[in-house]
Structures are given as structure tokens and as C-alpha cells.
């Protein structure tokens, strides 16, 4: 096992989630259990007639337990890059030293080393206190804790705006207050700061009575002042509302997510490989009707909608797309399911010399399919764009500035200069050259090779073939093989342009190379 899988391995570990029903969380609970076996130890040191009697087994517990969390804190940090990508780097993970749990982890563990540095002796209580805190640290353990922090920052605007709005009633009213008892107790309401203090003090239950050295005497004052103490009720009153209303939300989305979630496995069921007489393969279909999946699996229109929005391995399509302008076809809304291990769509390196690119799987229903069974049977190379926004639609097909900056095309070129890396090596492109814009053409198959439309000979300087008898060879045999034994029938160059400079394969040998 590599250093990079063993870490791979920890972030699991430390996934926080003990619903998950694997081995690895016991370390979860053995992490829980620590705390409250620490949190008890720092409990029955308070203890003297315990600490005289069970004294060293006490410091066993607290060394112990603090070793534990040592390594297992130390191993927390190295790791969650890969659980939260903000972390990445140093920085990000000084970045979560500061953060909430991470904080927490700091204090209640490390801060114990302090006391090994030469001139520097924290007092044992605080040594203590700071233990304390490592209770806190079962809140990530907890589903109710983080629906209450999500229903929080969910609600952080509206509280913000709240607690603005009290302020400056707050203030507004404090001002009116001394103008209104100054004149009647000037020795008392000596300047604006005295009723600013004493409302924030009715806020918080006047601490040390400070609030009752300066009494409201006059009858406006004293209604003054119960609109202040009705503020007072408001203050706590809207963010508990708030939060309250927030936590609500939050379980529903909860509740949502796991809908969603069984919507998504339903939708998987309904992509169950079969065997295909055919090619005796075991295979998924390419696509899935709607009315299908209504009727073998129970699901309303809305449910597969969730299902589809809220997974990147489905996206609705339009099986008429697939048919030729002069047929005429009618709508038929389908299911189309597609792996994803990449951030453009799916990348399978099976160490070929022929690497098949679908740069247009998204917008071209099917596509994927013929690109992914095309290259395994061939044993080849797969690289197929299935992620993107459809409308604007921008292509990997065509290089432009717009390409370069959408999301997934570095990586989308990165794989194919590291498959396509050698002079022997072949790229062949798969794209629909037939779809609901264009007629019918007596052929069915179209070799391009970076020509002209029409020119069907090998004369263009600019074409992408660098064996041509090779590549003659194999156009000859294929087409012969598709025409005899499939009926399909094959053309090069005759209906369509493949001279665009911009075209991916000319743009990753020479302009994106160059930057």
C-alpha cells in the first residue's frame, strides 16, 4: 500500500459519519468513547478522597487518552484535503486549525505541550479547563448539532438584519431616555452613555445590578422604558423564531436529500445490464424512457426529475434529436445514464494505442455509448465529455477563449496529451453527423480526417493523418467489413468540414501547447 492510499484510507476514517455501516467506524465510536472516559477522568479529580486512592490511574487515563488524541488529531490535519478541498495546502490547513472543530482539537489537546518548553508552566487548572473542551468535540458526531449550525448560517442574514434593527431602536430609544430624565435626575443621567448602558443591561439581566443605580423617574421615562424591556423580550424572541423557523427548513431538506436520494438508486435500477444477444455482452441500455421508468418504477415525473437534476451520471434527453430532419420524428423524452470519474465527463486509460474522444457527448444523445462499447471492444482509450451547461452551449470539439475557461477542458486536454502522447499513437473523434438539423444522407458512416467538404483524396497539407496507407488500409477493410456485414454504408469527407483551425486536436498540437 502506497503512502497516498493509506491516506486515502484515513480520510475515510474520519468521514464523521457512524450511520455508515463500515468497519471503519468504530474508530467513531472508539473516538467518542475516549472523550467521555476523558471527560470522567477530569470529573473525579475533583475529587480528593478519589485522587488520593485512585490517583495513578487517573494520570494513566489522562496520558493515554491524550496520546490518542494526538495522533489522531495530527492525522486529521494531514488528511482533510481530502475531505474538504478548502483545506488543501498549508495554508488550508492552518485554515482549519482555526476553524470551528479544528480550533477545539488545538486547544483541548496540544495546548498540554506547552508546559514542555523551557521557561513556560501553564497553572494545572487551566490545564484542566482546556480538557474540558474536548466534549465539544462529540458535536461532530451529531446530526442534531449540525442541522442547528446549518439552520444558523442558513438564517445569518436575517439575524444580522434583526439584531441591527434592535441596535438602533436601542440606541434611538436610550437618547430619547436621557433627554426625558436628564432635566429630572441630571445628577444621574449625566451624559448619553448612562441610558445606552442601562438598556443593554436589562438585555443581558444587569450583571453586578449596575442597571439599578440609574432608575427611569419620570412617567415618559418609565414608558420609555418598557418599550426597552419589550425590546429586551424581542431581542432573544426573533432569533429564536429565526433559528427555530431555520432548523425547521433544514429538517425538510434533510428529509429531501434522503428522497432524493432513493429517487437517484431508483433511477439506477431502471439502468440494469442485460445480456445482449447480439454481442452475448452484458450491457445497460442506452437510454431509459420516461413513460418506462413511470410504469416499472412507480415514479412520478417530479421524482425522476430530482433524481436527474441532483446526480451527474443522468440527463434528460429527446430521442428525436437521434433522427433526421427529413423523418420527422415526434418528442420522446428519454433517460440517459453516463459514468463520471473526471471533472469534463468519464476518462478510461486502458494503456492503448487508439484513444476514441467524444468531445460532444453532452449535447448528442447516444453518443457516449457507441464512443464507450466502441472502445471496449476495441480495448482503447475512452475520453467523453458528459458534464456542461447546455444553453449557452460551449464546445470541446472547437477551441475558443470560452472553452478554455469552462470548467473541465484543462483536465479534458491534460488526458488527452497524456493517452495521445506519441507519434504511433491514433485519436479518432466520434461525433453525430446526422441529427434533427440535418437530411438523411445515402451513407451512414463519414470519415474525416481534417479535410475540406468533398475532398476525398489525401492532397490537403492540413490533414490529420500522418500514415495515410495505414489509415487507407483501415478505412478500405472497415468500410468493406460495415457495408457486407452490417449494411452500413461509409463515405470520407463527402457531406462534412473538418478544416476549422480551432478543431481540439490542431489546438492541443500546436496554439494550446503554446499557452
Known amino acids: 500500500m502506497t503512502i497516498e492510499d493509506f491516506k486515502k484510507d484515513l480520510s475515510l476514517v474520519f468521514d464523521d459519519n457512524t450511520n455508515t455501516v463500515v468497519y471503519k467506524n468504530y474508530l467513531d465510536y472508539s473516538i467518542l468513547f475516549l472523550i467521555f472516559l476523558s471527560t470522567a477522568e477530569i470529573y473525579l479529580s475533583t475529587f480528593p478522597g478519589i485522587v488520593e486512592k485512585y490517583g495513578t490511574i487517573l494520570n494513566i487515563i489522562d496520558h493515554f487518552t491524550t496520546l490518542v488524541f494526538t495522533i489522531e488529531i495530527a492525522l486529521r490535519i494531514w488528511t482533510i484535503d481530502l475531505l474538504e478541498e478548502k483545506y488543501k495546502g498549508i495554508w488550508g490547513r492552518i485554515k482549519y486549525c482555526f476553524s470551528f472543530y479544528g480550533f477545539i482539537d488545538i486547544m483541548s489537546t496540544y495546548t498540554i505541550y506547552i508546559n514542555m518548553i523551557p521557561g513556560i508552566k501553564l497553572p494545572i487548572d487551566t490545564m484542566k479547563v482546556l480538557r474540558v473542551f474536548r466534549l465539544l468535540r462529540i458535536f461532530r458526531f451529531m446530526r442534531s448539532f449540525r442541522l442547528l449550525s446549518a439552520a444558523i448560517s442558513n438564517k445569518s442574514k436575517e439575524l444580522f438584519v434583526s439584531l441591527q434593527f434592535l441596535i438602533i431602536i436601542t440606541v434611538i430609544l436610550s437618547f430619547a431616555l436621557f433627554f426625558i430624565e436628564h432635566d429630572a435626575q441630571p445628577d444621574v443621567y449625566t451624559d448619553g452613555s448612562v441610558p445606552v448602558l442601562w438598556a443593554f443591561m436589562q438585555y443581558i439581566g444587569d450583571p453586578g445590578s449596575l442597571a439599578e443605580n440609574y432608575p427611569p423617574?419620570?412617567?415618559?421615562?418609565?414608558?420609555?422604558?418598557?418599550?426597552?424591556?419589550?425590546?429586551?423580550?424581542?431581542?432573544?424572541?426573533?432569533?429564536?423564531?429565526?433559528?427555530?423557523?431555520?432548523?425547521?427548513?433544514?429538517?425538510?431538506?434533510?428529509?429531501?436529500?434522503?428522497?432524493?436520494?432513493?429517487?437517484?438508486?431508483?433511477?439506477?435500477?431502471?439502468?440494469?445490464?442485460?445480456?445482449?444477444?447480439?454481442?452475448?455482452?452484458?450491457?445497460?441500455?442506452?437510454?431509459?424512457?420516461?413513460?418506462?421508468?413511470?410504469?416499472?418504477?412507480?415514479?412520478?415525473?417530479?421524482?425522476?426529475?430530482?433524481?436527474?437534476?441532483?446526480?451527474?451520471?443522468?440527463?434528460?434527453?429527446?430521442?428525436?434529436?437521434?433522427?433526421?430532419?427529413?423523418?420527422?420524428?415526434?418528442?420522446?423524452?428519454?433517460?440517459?445514464?453516463?459514468?463520471?470519474?473526471?471533472?469534463?465527463?468519464?476518462?478510461?486509460?486502458?494503456?492503448?494505442?487508439?484513444?476514441?474522444?467524444?468531445?460532444?457527448?453532452?449535447?448528442?444523445?447516444?453518443?457516449?455509448?457507441?464512443?464507450?462499447?466502441?472502445?471496449?471492444?476495441?480495448?482503447?482509450?475512452?475520453?467523453?465529455?458528459?458534464?456542461?451547461?447546455?444553453?449557452?452551449?460551449?464546445?470541446?470539439?472547437?477551441?475558443?477563449?470560452?472553452?478554455?475557461?469552462?470548467?473541465?477542458?484543462?483536465?479534458?486536454?491534460?488526458?488527452?496529451?497524456?493517452?495521445?502522447?506519441?507519434?504511433?499513437?491514433?485519436?479518432?473523434?466520434?461525433?453525430?453527423?446526422?441529427?434533427?438539423?440535418?437530411?438523411?444522407?445515402?451513407?451512414?458512416?463519414?470519415?474525416?480526417?481534417?479535410?475540406?467538404?468533398?475532398?476525398?483524396?489525401?492532397?490537403?497539407?492540413?490533414?490529420?493523418?500522418?500514415?495515410?496507407?495505414?489509415?487507407?488500409?483501415?478505412?478500405?477493410?472497415?468500410?468493406?467489413?460495415?457495408?457486407?456485414?452490417?449494411?452500413?454504408?461509409?463515405?470520407?469527407?463527402?457531406?462534412?468540414?473538418?478544416?476549422?483551425?480551432?478543431?481540439?486536436?490542431?489546438?492541443?498540437?500546436?496554439?494550446?501547447?503554446?499557452?
Open 217 to 515: 423617574v419620570t412617567m415618559l421615562g418609565k414608558i420609555v422604558a418598557c418599550i426597552i424591556g419589550v425590546l429586551g423580550i424581542a431581542i432573544f424572541a426573533v432569533p429564536a423564531g429565526l433559528i427555530g423557523s431555520g432548523f425547521t427548513e433544514e429538517i425538510e431538506n434533510e428529509a429531501k436529500k434522503q428522497k432524493t436520494k432513493k429517487n437517484v438508486e431508483k433511477l439506477h435500477l431502471a439502468f440494469q445490464r442485460k445480456l445482449d444477444r447480439f454481442t452475448r455482452f452484458q450491457i445497460a441500455p442506452q437510454f431509459v424512457s420516461i413513460g418506462d421508468i413511470q410504469a416499472r418504477l412507480r415514479m412520478n415525473l417530479d421524482d425522476i426529475f430530482d433524481g436527474i437534476d441532483n446526480s451527474n451520471q443522468f440527463r434528460l434527453v429527446n430521442l428525436s434529436a437521434t433522427r433526421t430532419v427529413d423523418e420527422r420524428a415526434d418528442d420522446k423524452l428519454a433517460v440517459e445514464h453516463y459514468p463520471v470519474n473526471r471533472s469534463y465527463g468519464c476518462c478510461i486509460n486502458r494503456g492503448s494505442k487508439v484513444t476514441i474522444v467524444s468531445p460532444a457527448s453532452l449535447v448528442d444523445p447516444g453518443m457516449y455509448h457507441f464512443a464507450y462499447y466502441l472502445a471496449k471492444l476495441g480495448g482503447f482509450n475512452l475520453i467523453s465529455r458528459e458534464i456542461g451547461v447546455l444553453r449557452p452551449y460551449v464546445s470541446f470539439y472547437l477551441v475558443s477563449d470560452e472553452s478554455k475557461k469552462e470548467e473541465g477542458f484543462q483536465d479534458y486536454m491534460n488526458d488527452l496529451n497524456r493517452l495521445a502522447n506519441s507519434e504511433d499513437h491514433y485519436v479518432i473523434t466520434i461525433l453525430a453527423a446526422s441529427g434533427a438539423n440535418e437530411p438523411n444522407y445515402p451513407t451512414q458512416m463519414h470519415f474525416s480526417y481534417g479535410g475540406k467538404r468533398g475532398d476525398e483524396t489525401y492532397d490537403d497539407p492540413n490533414i490529420t493523418i500522418h500514415n495515410v496507407p495505414l489509415f487507407d488500409k483501415m478505412y478500405t477493410e472497415l468500410t468493406e467489413r460495415l457495408e457486407s456485414e452490417l449494411n452500413i454504408k461509409s463515405d470520407r469527407q463527402r457531406y462534412h468540414d473538418t478544416s476549422n483551425p480551432k478543431f481540439y486536436y490542431r489546438a492541443q498540437n500546436e496554439a494550446y501547447m503554446q499557452g
